[in-house]
């Protein structure tokens, strides 16, 4: 399984490369701060499917797990652990 700090990298790396958004610290709540709206929400899904090979079911979407970098590197461990999707 991949290191926390190794998928915090690269979560941050898709909103720097991909979304054209830097990251303050992976606690900052994207969502409260406007950083992360529902256009760039998608876009950010379709990037993380890419980058570590998962679908993400619409299904298992809550949006409390994509509040920060450190929430969606939890929620993208934890589907990790489980069945492919």
Known sequence: MTHAPDLHGRIEQIFLTKLNVEIPSPDTDIIDKGILDSLKFVDLLLHLEHEF??????DNLEIDNFRSVRKIAEFLARSNDGPES
């Open 53 to 58: 090979g998962r679908k993400i079911s619409l």
